[in-house]
Structures are given as structure tokens and as C-alpha cells.
């Protein structure tokens, strides 16, 4: 099973909310919910969810399967790299994805899969999956957590939605068939010195929220809001749950899009590698990101300029490397 523990959680610091206590609580169990999410992603933007709902025999699967492919040689692996999908489908090797405003590569390979029942028919900017002829079951088990961590996502952000004062179903529309991504990435082990003690430079994620289950590995880490790095680790059982800029520039700054990064192990554990499987909750290309007018005061103008998210995809895409 691939999670991490740690002598010191970090969780002493990041709420562990129970998601059941929101999907299946009394009105009080809900609203506490609500309030401590919509909190905590105003101060930090990261929380840890646990009951949320995916089968954990599927998460050992998923990592299990992730591995396999990850292990095949390389001219196989780069039968399933499409240099017209920007990465956003099928396999991108090492080195090709660097943070925005950085020039070096981050030290990782990684495989993208999208929405498994979507057609052009309901998303015309939908693209096609990219599916592995070695391994079915690795195309069956993305297929399926794909479904299961994107029910997660809509329940957090219904309670978004409470939170800001919207309808609870003000993202159903837009996340309904939208652009939604499962990444599994893998960093190799260190063979020699690296050149920067980083695996993945400091970045925020593009989209509205993105969710994490475990990792095989130690590495990930938020910058604090005193600029100290610290440690976030999954307990077994939890989902580690973080605003994104989408939601950042809808909200204008209201809920936080945290820095973070990924570091080398110790010296000692260069030999083994690194994997992690987060879900990019996107909504369809046409949404406005446009600040809501909830969040717009004299006092907290408008801070960014009206994009929609397919604009701001695009925009990002190219900042990090994967779009010309």
C-alpha cells in the first residue's frame, strides 16, 4: 500500500475532515463541514479528507498497475506519446514538464488519462484516451478511479459552492464532461549527483482542486505562509484535497492555490523510485474564471483579467512546456 507515515504529522496543522459527515451528516454535521473547508482553504488551501468513498482495494491496483508500466522499457513507453495531445493524454517522458518561470525539467515521467466516458457529442474539446495494448488492466483501473475521484471532487465542491454562498450544484454543469485529468507519475531514481536538491520545482496547480492519494515515497511539500517549506504526508485511509489557480482567480484570492513542490529523498533512498497519482478536477473549456461578483468588494477589486478556463489551459500549457 502506498502511503506515507511520519513520527510528526503535519496533519496537526491541516484539518482531517470526514466527507460523510457532508454527504450523510445532520444539518449541523454539514454546515461544520462547509465552514472548516471553506476555512482551511482560505489559510492554507490544503486539507485531508478521510470516508471519502474510494475503494481502497482500487487505489493498491491503481498502484500496482502504475508500476507495471512504468517499469517497461522505454521505445515501448514512447508508443504512447502523442506530441499533439501537449501531454494531456497517454505518456510524456522524462524531462519534458518544468514549474512556470523555471528552466529546469522536473525530474519525472508521467502518463495522463481523461474523461473515459465522454464524446465530442457532449465536449467538443474532449480528447480521446490513449489506451496502453500491454496492459488492459492499467487502462481499466485509470478508467475507474478516474469515476471514483471525480465523485469525490463534485462533493467537495458542492461544499464550495455552500461556502461561497452559490447553489451546491453550481459546478455540476461545468464539471459534467469537462477536462479533467488522472496523473500517474513516476520519478525514477537518482543515478548520480543531481544538480538541484528538487524532483519537481515549486509550482501551484491550474486547475480547481486537485486530489492525492498517497505516494509511494516522502517528498511533497507547501510553502508555509511564513516561506518555510513543510512536509504533507497522507495518513493511510485519507485523500489530500488543494485549491488550484482556477479557483483561486474565481474565488479572487479568496481560497488559497498553495506553492508546493516535490524534493529528493535522502542520499540513502536515491536507489528507489518515486510515484504519485493526483486527480486534476478541470471543468469544461467554456467556463467563465471570471472573479465572482461575491468576491469583489471596493476594498478586494477584481484581481485578474476575465479568461475562460480553456484560455487559461492553454496559457499554462505553454508556460510549462507541453505546448508550443
Known amino acids: 500500500m502506498f502511503l506515507i507515515f511520519t513520527e510528526q504529522s503535519f496533519f496537526m496543522n491541516i484539518p482531517v475532515l470526514d466527507l460523510s459527515l457532508f454527504t450523510k451528516g445532520n444539518d449541523d454535521d454539514k454546515a461544520n463541514f462547509v465552514s472548516t473547508l471553506g476555512n482551511t482553504f482560505e489559510s492554507i488551501g490544503f486539507?485531508?479528507?478521510?470516508?471519502?468513498?474510494?475503494?481502497?482495494?482500487?487505489?493498491?491496483?491503481?498502484?500496482?498497475?502504475?508500476?507495471?508500466?512504468?517499469?517497461?522499457?522505454?521505445?515501448?513507453?514512447?508508443?504512447?506519446?502523442?506530441?499533439?495531445?501537449?501531454?494531456?493524454?497517454?505518456?510524456?517522458?522524462?524531462?519534458?514538464?518544468?514549474?512556470k518561470g523555471s528552466h529546469n525539467a522536473d525530474l519525472k515521467e508521467f502518463f495522463q488519462f481523461g474523461q473515459p466516458t465522454s464524446s465530442k457529442d457532449t465536449n467538443p474539446d474532449i480528447l480521446t484516451n490513449v489506451q496502453v495494448a500491454e496492459n488492459q488492466l492499467f487502462n481499466n483501473c485509470l478508467s475507474a478511479s478516474f469515476l471514483q475521484f471525480e465523485k469525490l471532487g463534485s462533493y467537495i465542491l458542492q461544499a464550495i459552492s455552500i461556502y461561497l454562498g452559490l447553489p451546491?450544484?453550481?459546478?455540476?454543469?461545468?464539471?459534467?464532461?469537462?477536462?479533467?485529468?488522472?496523473?500517474?507519475?513516476?520519478?525514477?531514481?537518482?543515478?548520480?549527483?543531481?544538480?538541484?536538491?528538487?524532483?519537481?520545482?515549486?509550482?501551484?496547480?491550474?486547475?480547481?482542486?486537485?486530489?492525492?492519494?498517497?505516494?509511494?515515497?516522502?517528498?511533497?511539500?507547501?510553502?508555509?505562509?511564513?516561506?518555510?517549506?513543510?512536509?504533507?504526508?497522507?495518513?493511510?485511509?485519507?485523500?489530500?484535497?488543494?485549491?488550484?489557480?482556477?479557483?483561486?482567480?474565481?474565488?479572487?484570492?479568496?481560497?488559497?492555490?498553495?506553492?508546493?513542490?516535490?524534493?529528493?529523498p535522502p542520499r540513502e533512498k536515491w536507489n528507489s523510485s518515486r510515484y504519485s497519482i493526483p486527480f486534476f478536477?478541470?471543468?469544461?473549456?467554456?467556463?467563465?474564471?471570471?472573479?465572482?461578483?461575491?468576491?469583489?468588494?471596493?476594498?478586494n477589486p477584481s484581481s485578474y483579467i476575465d479568461y475562460t478556463a480553456g484560455e487559461y489551459l492553454d496559457e499554462r500549457l505553454r508556460e510549462i512546456g507541453l505546448k508550443k
Open 47 to 99: 486539507v485531508s479528507i478521510k470516508n471519502h468513498g474510494i475503494d481502497e482495494k482500487l487505489i493498491t491496483d491503481l498502484y500496482a498497475v502504475v508500476e507495471e508500466f512504468f517499469s517497461m522499457p522505454t521505445d515501448i513507453k514512447k508508443r504512447y506519446e502523442i506530441e499533439n495531445l501537449a501531454g494531456q493524454r497517454g505518456y510524456t517522458s522524462f524531462g519534458k514538464e518544468h514549474a
Open 168 to 264: 451546491s450544484n453550481y459546478f455540476d454543469d461545468y464539471i459534467i464532461d469537462g477536462n479533467s485529468i488522472i496523473r500517474a507519475i513516476h520519478y525514477p531514481p537518482i543515478v548520480s549527483e543531481p544538480n538541484s536538491s528538487i524532483r519537481a520545482e515549486q509550482h501551484e496547480d491550474i486547475n480547481l482542486i486537485t486530489l492525492l492519494v498517497g505516494a509511494s515515497s516522502e517528498g511533497l511539500q507547501i510553502l508555509s505562509k511564513n516561506n518555510i517549506w513543510l512536509p504533507i504526508n497522507a495518513a493511510s485511509g485519507e485523500i489530500v484535497v488543494n485549491v488550484g489557480d482556477m479557483l483561486q482567480r474565481l474565488t479572487n484570492n479568496k481560497l488559497k492555490s498553495t506553492t508546493h513542490r516535490v524534493v529528493n
Open 281 to 299: 478536477l478541470h471543468p469544461v473549456s467554456t467556463m467563465s474564471l471570471s472573479c465572482l461578483p461575491s468576491c469583489i468588494s471596493e476594498e
